[in-house]
């Protein structure tokens, strides 16, 4: 069993930045693929970003060259560093990992963080 507990949600102004941060638990946390989605009201949920044990990362079109997906190995934890901010990218955000374990993997999912992006 993995643990995500996100912190860094809150108010911000349209242009403002956040960063939001992911901690995990168990010992094998490079191994993990790391990621955002985030559900807004009304909408489908919408795959922000992902990182790799490897390091690579992908983005939605939507956050492209705005969002920043990185990891800290040592410290457990994934980031989310979001500038420019947009109305529209007020959603709840949930990370969540996948734990490669016997030949398949497992997915583990945060608690979710409110990002509300308004003046």
């Known amino acids: 069993q993995v643990q995500l507990v996100e912190s860094g949600g809150g108010l911000v102004q349209p242009g403002g930045s956040l960063r939001l941060s992911c901690a995990a638990s168990?010992?094998?946390?490079?191994?993990?693929?790391m990621g955002w989605y985030r559900q807004a009201p009304g909408k489908q949920r919408e795959l922000v970003a992902t990182i790799t044990s490897g390091g690579n990362t992908n983005y939605a079109d939507s956050v492209q060259g705005r969002i920043t997906i990185s990891r800290d190995n040592a410290k457990n934890t994934a980031y989310l560093q979001m500038n420019s901010l947009k109305p529209e990218d007020t959603a709840v955000y949930f990370c969540?990992?996948?734990?490669?374990?016997?030949?398949?993997?497992?997915?583990?999912w945060g608690q979710g963080t409110q990002v509300t992006v308004s003046s």
């Open positions: 168990g010992s094998r946390f490079s191994l993990y693929t």
């Open positions: 969540y990992a996948n734990v490669p374990l016997c030949g398949t993997h497992y997915r583990y």
